[in-house]
């Protein structure tokens, strides 16, 4: 990932060592982020910066409609449906109590097939040993396919500083690494640049773009393609993650569109994979329910155009050399949480994201993190940990309405509402207490008011007569404390009456007093 | 500890286990923790290897923007020369009909074998302008084609690199669902697999969806029979 103040290294020998500065496209988000998990300030205060992005707002909704419009046709056509995501869920479920057994299972067949097989704990451990392979491999470049886990480790910029240059070979994933971006969106990670600024940052950054490029989708794929291709011919090394591997077999799968993926899974010599180990299934058989939820419910197509699946090291075909990296990085945190684990159950479709109004309007890089989302509201923070979580991170649970849609759309029912609200809770009161959340003295002032009769009835009037002030405007802003709630919401116009108010003055016009 | 044990001790901890803890069930294949619900369709109607197959197989590849001629058994090595007119040179994998590859000379292309123990290498298939195969089974229902390597499909790279992919499929080949696809290729787990379904796109900008990125820009399919 190239990172402002440094050129990406798009091509070692044609590498320009000063960035000069682009003033047409500097980067989104503007901050380095330090964590690929979760950088930057609380979702409140960083979805005020986006929200302010028009453009932004502009792509995000076009491209949430389209795939959730192509979404809803193509699983509407499918009868069965709701057996499939019953029978996704419930495979992840079983999945998930048996992933001791599946994983030293998955060890067991990939060996067996010639295939190497690594463990890391977290992101560093993971970074050491892909770059440790990459150097035994005697590569100083490398060709990658789109993957969230290394995106979650940060790989590409371990493998910089260690003097390595990582390509990424997805389309989307180019146009952010060339613009020294972070991804928005799982799926279309690019989609907050137009095909004006895509046409620049090719432009300044992609050493060999034609000339005249044009800002046409087919014209700069195309330069893409160029571009790619001829590193695809004479990398050594690929790195990927996968959608899924089946213990049972030592398969592993990568579902994509492009070809990028089937050129970095078939040309180079090395293959290595990075993968959470929730991504675990038992049987082979099991692929006919998630080659069928995943592309539906991800792209929206009856099926994406490449799916490639190995079985370790087929002699003389592909690879010769496979690795994989399994990893934890968080995954056995959130698996401790009964509630909360079922966000291990994601298969990154993206689909929540589409559905989410929240999602809609700020944007990914409000999140903060590589995992946007509704999805990311539960599995950053598990990933991360509650117990002693910074307030940013903390943030992220109550970054929904808890409308439900994601839940609707999840090709595998991960109960997304019914965990925020579990993680609220954690958030606020797990672990050492932390300075007051907005939510927090809200919640605590509520809890003062409710608990008691007289106060009750002493707010309600309070409330009565600021309304009666304000004249059913909306409050945008409350003196403290209410600033710490209206510092992320407006507060709804008041009514001039409160509902206790007006019930005790209808009993007395009709002649019935207390019981 | 190493690596891999303090991982596989931390998910046993967190399932509620010890570190020696009773496993569910020891046996991926065997019974699971968790029932697992098999409500869904594997038999979808369309009959495999039937007319409606191949015609819902044609309807699903066209909307992908593929090329589909249907053609008779005997027409096969015609219709392959022409859907290969115009390519200069064609790759064939090892063990395909040798009547195709005679239909590839005749067209006046020369002929690129890929063989056990002289592999054609990538930087010559990326200047060979085509290549022609078979397939294991073919999904109607998706537009989906695979291929696992088997002969007359050759290694990965084969159909990866040359520009233009002219793929065979015969209705007897052509099932009606993914399950059906599934359970046929579990018999040979450890082939490796290309599942294709028309020819590579992308929707990275602004969602204007691209045909053509890095597989093959031109997939051809000759769907033969019934």
């Keep these: 990932m190239a990172t402002p103040g440094h050129a990406p290294r798009s091509s070692p020998e044609r590498l320009v060592s000063t960035y000069l500065g682009m003033p047409g496209v500097p980067p989104k988000p503007a901050a380095e982020p330090l964590d690929p998990l979760r950088w930057g300030p609380t979702f409140p205060e960083a979805a005020r910066g986006t929200l302010g992005d028009a453009q932004l707002r502009t792509n995000l909704r076009r491209a949430t409609r389209t795939i959730r419009d192509k979404r809803v046709a193509v699983t509407a056509e499918l009868p069965d449906w709701e057996a499939l995501r019953d029978a996704g869920a419930a495979i992840k479920a079983d999945a998930m109590e048996r992933l001791p057994e599946l994983l030293e299972q998955l060890e067991v067949t990939v060996t067996a097939r010639g295939g190497t097989v690594h463990w890391a704990r977290d992101a560093a451990e993971a970074n050491r040993i892909v770059t440790d392979l990459v150097r035994a491999a005697g590569a100083r470049e490398v060709v990658k396919v789109k993957s969230m886990a290394t995106q979650e480790i940060g790989l590409n910029e371990h493998l910089e500083a260690e003097g390595i240059a990582a390509h990424e070979t997805d389309l989307a994933e180019l146009i952010v690494q060339l613009a020294g971006d972070r991804p928005s969106h799982i799926l279309v990670p690019a989609i907050h640049r137009n095909r004006d600024e895509i046409r620049d940052v090719f432009r300044t950054r992609m050493p060999d773009a034609p000339a005249g490029l044009t800002n046409e989708p087919a014209a700069l794929a195309m330069a893409a393609r160029a571009h790619l291709r001829a590193l695809f011919l004479r990398a050594d090394v690929a790195i990927s993650g996968a959608n899924l591997a089946i213990a049972g077999t030592g398969t592993v799968a990568v579902v994509e569109s492009e070809g990028n993926g089937r050129m970095c899974l078939t040309l180079p010599r090395t293959l290595v994979t990075v993968m959470g180990i929730e991504k675990v299934l038992p049987d082979f058989r099991d692929l006919e329910v998630f080659l069928q939820l995943l592309p539906r419910s991800s792209t929206g197509e009856r099926m994406n155009p490449y799916t490639t699946m190995w079985t370790g090291v087929t002699p003389g075909d592909g690879p010769q050399d496979f690795h994989l990296v399994l990893l934890d990085n968080g995954r056995t945190r959130a698996l401790a949480d009964e509630i909360g684990r079922q966000a291990l159950h994601c298969i990154r479709c993206s689909a929540c994201l589409n559905v989410c109004p929240v999602y809609e309007r700020t944007g990914g890089h409000a999140y903060g993190s590589v995992y946007p989302g509704p999805i990311g509201a539960i599995l950053t923070p598990q990933l991360l940990g509650l117990d002693d979580a910074d307030e940013a991170t903390a943030s992220l649970p109550f970054a929904s309405t808890l409308c439900g849609a994601c839940y609707d759309a999840c090709p595998v029912k991960i109960d997304i509402p019914t965990a925020l609200v579990h993680l609220r809770d954690r958030a606020l009161h797990d672990g050492a207490p932390r300075r007051p959340t907005a939510a927090g003295a809200a919640m605590g002032a509520a809890a003062a008011v409710l608990s008691s009769g007289p106060r009750f009835r002493w707010a309600l009037r309070a409330s009565a007569l600021a309304g009666r002030v304000l004249g059913g405007r909306r409050v945008r802003r409350l003196p403290w404390p209410g600033s710490l709630w209206t510092a992320g919401r407006d507060l709804p116009a008041l009514p001039v009456r409160s509902f206790r108010d007006a019930w005790a003055r209808a009993r007395r016009t009709d002649g019935r007093g207390r019981p | ?226």
């Design chain 2, 1 to 226: 500890m190493t690596a891999r044990e303090e991982v596989l001790a931390a998910v046993r901890a967190a399932l509620g286990r010890g570190p020696d803890g009773e496993p569910a069930s020891p046996v991926p294949g065997g019974p699971r923790a968790v029932h697992v619900p098999r409500a869904y369709r594997v038999a979808t109607g369309t009959a495999p290897g039937s007319v409606a197959a191949c015609d819902l197989l044609e309807h699903r590849l066209l909307d992908y923007r593929a090329r589909v001629t249907r053609c008779g058994p005997d027409d096969v090595a015609a219709t392959v020369a022409r859907e290969l007119a115009g390519a200069a040179s064609v790759a064939v994998p090892h063990g395909l009909p040798e009547a195709w590859v005679d239909a590839v000379r005749v067209g006046g292309a020369s002929v690129l074998a890929d063989e056990p123990g002289r592999p054609l290498g990538a930087a010559a298939l990326d200047r060979t302008d085509a290549v022609v195969t078979g397939c294991r089974v073919a999904v109607a229902d998706t537009g989906t084609i695979v291929l696992d390597a088997g002969p007359g499909q050759g290694r990965r790279v084969l159909t990866l690199v040359p520009d233009r992919h002219v793929c065979v499929v015969r209705a007897d080949q052509v099932v009606g669902s993914v399950p059906e696809a599934v359970r046929l290729l579990e018999a040979h787990p450890d082939r490796p697999l290309t599942w294709i379904s028309g020819p590579s796109a992308t929707s990275d900008i602004e969602l204007v969806r691209v045909e053509g990125v890095h597989g093959p820009r031109d997939l051809r399919v000759v769907l033969v029979g019934p």
